[in-house]
DNA sequence: CCAAAAGTGTTTGCTCTACACCCATGG
DNA sequence: CCATGGGTGTAGAGCAAACACTTTTGG
C-alpha cells in the first residue's frame, strides 16, 4: 500500500441524506455543526470514509452513528467533487440517500454523541453547510422520481401498514392529492406488496393490513406508477 | 490546507466509459494496459483526479487524452469504491459515461500516447481489469434506461442527421426493430428535433435532416419515449 | 344513530401498437 | 424503368383519469 507520495489526495467523505414521514410532512435529518467552519449552521450527517472502509458502510455507519439505525434503505446519490466545496481544502463526497421507515427506533436528539441530530421538515428548511443544499435539492428531486416509477414508498412505513398510510407517504411527498380508487388499484395491480390477514382499528371501519413481498425488493420493476 | 495527517486517504480516479456507434454497433473504448497490475489487459481509460481538478474535468481530460475529442456528453454514472478493487491499495473511482457522435474526430489507434486506446463492440467484449466489467454493464444499462425515457440517442450522431440514421442508433442500443413510422412519431412530438431545410442523397430518395434544438438539450423532459 | 375512515366499478378519452403502400432520386 | 431508401395514416386495444356511494366499527 502506497500512501502520500506521488500526488498530493484529496479527502474523501459520505454525506448521508436520511428521510421519513413523520406528522404527514417529509422530514430530513440534520446536524448542527459545532466546529468551523459554519459552526452553528446546520448540515447533513456525514464524515470521513475510513481506509480499508467500503463507501456504503461508511454511509451506513454514519446514519447509525446519528440514529442508531442499523438497517435502512440506502443508495448512493452522487459524487460532488468541486475543489471549492470545502473551505479546508479538497474534500469529495459520496452522497447517500435514506429512507428509514416512520417507526424507526430513532434516537434522533438522544443520546451523547447524537444529540445534535434532528429531524427537520423538508419544506421548510434553514441554510444548509457546504453545498448540501445542492445535495439535499437533488435527493429530493430522485426521491420523487423513483417513487413515481419504482416504489420505494413503502421503505418509509412499518412493515406492515395499511394503504391509507402508504397513500399519505406518496401524497407527502409528491406534494398533491391523489384519488383512492386509483391508487389502490395501481399499487396492487403492481404486484409489490400483499394483503395479511389482519387489521388495524382505528376512528372508523378497521383496515386490512399489507407488508410487502420480499421477492419484489429485488426486481423493482422499472415500470411507472404514477405519471 | 491540511494534507495527510490525521487519516490516511484512499486515492481517488475517474474513470470513462465511453461510447458510441459505427458499422451499426455499439462501440466502446478501451485501453490496454502497459503496466501491472492486468498488464496486457483491457481496461476503461481513466487516471487520478487532480488535487485542485473538478471531476468532471478530470473526466474530460482523460477522454480527451485517449481520443482527442474535447467535446462530448459527459454524465457522471456512480463511485466504486470498494477496498479491494485495486491490488495497490484503496482506489476510490469515480465512473462517468460519456457519448460521442458518429463522426466525431477520434483518432483512437493515433497518436503517440493515445496508441493504446481502441474502440470494442460492447457486444463482444475481452475480460477486462479491475472491476471494469461491472463498470461497463452498468453503464449499458443506464444507457439503454436514459434513451427510452429521455433522448440522448442524437448525441451519438453528427449535428445534423436523418430519422432513419436516429433510428438506426436506438435500435443498436436497444437492440430491436423499432416500428418506422412509430419511431418518428414520437420522436417529433418529443419536440427535442427540428427538420433543417436541407437534404442528404444516398441511394434513394434524398432524406431530410434534423438537428436537436439547443433549448431541448438543457429541459430533457422526463417523459417515457420507448416503453 | 352518528361520526369516521375503509372499501369498491364504470365510463370516457387518450396513447400505444400493428400494419402496407406511394414517393423521389440515381443509375 | 428499376432499385433503393424516404415518407405517410388509421383502426383497435389497453391504460389512465374522473367520479360517489356503501360498509364497518367506536362512541
Same mark, same amino acid.
Given at each position: 500500500?502506497?500512501?502520500?507520495?506521488?500526488?498530493?489526495?484529496?479527502?474523501?467523505?459520505?454525506?448521508?441524506?436520511?428521510?421519513?414521514?413523520?406528522?404527514?410532512?417529509?422530514?430530513?435529518?440534520?446536524?448542527?455543526?459545532?466546529?468551523?467552519?459554519?459552526?452553528?449552521?446546520?448540515?447533513?450527517?456525514?464524515?470521513?470514509?475510513?481506509?480499508?472502509?467500503?463507501?456504503?458502510?461508511?454511509?451506513?455507519?454514519?446514519?447509525?452513528?446519528?440514529?442508531?439505525?442499523?438497517?435502512?434503505?440506502?443508495?448512493?446519490?452522487?459524487?460532488?467533487?468541486?475543489?471549492?466545496?470545502?473551505?479546508?481544502?479538497?474534500?469529495?463526497?459520496?452522497?447517500?440517500?435514506? +429512507?428509514?421507515? !416512520?417507526?424507526?427506533?430513532? *434516537?434522533?436528539?438522544?443520546?451523547?454523541? =447524537?444529540?445534535?441530530? /434532528?429531524? $427537520? @421538515? #423538508?419544506?421548510?428548511?434553514?441554510?444548509?453547510?457546504?453545498?448540501?443544499?445542492?445535495? +439535499?435539492?437533488? !435527493?429530493?428531486?430522485?426521491? *420523487?422520481?423513483?417513487?413515481?416509477?419504482? =416504489?420505494?414508498?413503502? /421503505?418509509? $412505513? @412499518? #412493515?406492515?401498514?395499511?394503504?391509507?398510510?402508504?397513500?399519505?407517504?406518496?401524497?407527502?411527498?409528491?406534494?398533491?392529492?391523489?384519488?383512492? *380508487?386509483?391508487?389502490?388499484?395501481?399499487?396492487?395491480?403492481?404486484?409489490?406488496?400483499? @394483503?395479511?390477514?389482519?387489521?388495524?382499528?382505528?376512528?372508523?371501519?378497521?383496515?386490512?393490513?399489507?407488508?410487502?413481498?420480499?421477492?419484489?425488493?429485488?426486481?423493482?420493476?422499472?415500470?411507472?406508477?404514477?405519471?
Amino acid at each position: 500500500m502506497t500512501y502520500c507520495y506521488e500526488y498530493p489526495r484529496p479527502a474523501v467523505t459520505v454525506d448521508v441524506v436520511a428521510f421519513t414521514v413523520q406528522q404527514k410532512r417529509l422530514q430530513v435529518l440534520l446536524v448542527k455543526r459545532r466546529k468551523p467552519p459554519f459552526a452553528g449552521a446546520w448540515a447533513l450527517p456525514g464524515g470521513f470514509v475510513g481506509i480499508d472502509e467500503p463507501l456504503e458502510a461508511a454511509a451506513s455507519r454514519e446514519l447509525a452513528e446519528e440514529t442508531g439505525v442499523k438497517e435502512a434503505y440506502l443508495e448512493q446519490l452522487y459524487t460532488y467533487g468541486d475543489p471549492q466545496r470545502d473551505p479546508r481544502g479538497r474534500v469529495i463526497s459520496v452522497a447517500y440517500f435514506a +429512507l428509514l421507515p !416512520a417507526d424507526a427506533p430513532v *434516537r434522533a436528539s438522544g443520546g451523547d454523541d =447524537a444529540a445534535r441530530a /434532528q429531524w $427537520l @421538515p #423538508a419544506d421548510h428548511l434553514p441554510p444548509l453547510a457546504f453545498d448540501h443544499a445542492d445535495i +439535499l435539492a437533488y !435527493a429530493i428531486r430522485r426521491l *420523487r422520481y423513483k417513487l413515481e416509477y419504482s =416504489a420505494v414508498g413503502f /421503505q418509509l $412505513l @412499518p #412493515a406492515t401498514f395499511t394503504l391509507s398510510e402508504l397513500q399519505q407517504v406518496y401524497e407527502v411527498i409528491l406534494g398533491e392529492k391523489l384519488d383512492k *380508487r386509483n391508487f389502490r388499484r395501481r399499487i396492487l395491480r403492481a404486484g409489490i406488496i400483499e @394483503p395479511t390477514p389482519h387489521h388495524r382499528g382505528g376512528g372508523g371501519r378497521p383496515a386490512r393490513l399489507y407488508r410487502y413481498k420480499a421477492d419484489a425488493v429485488a426486481e423493482v420493476k422499472a415500470r411507472r406508477l404514477f405519471p
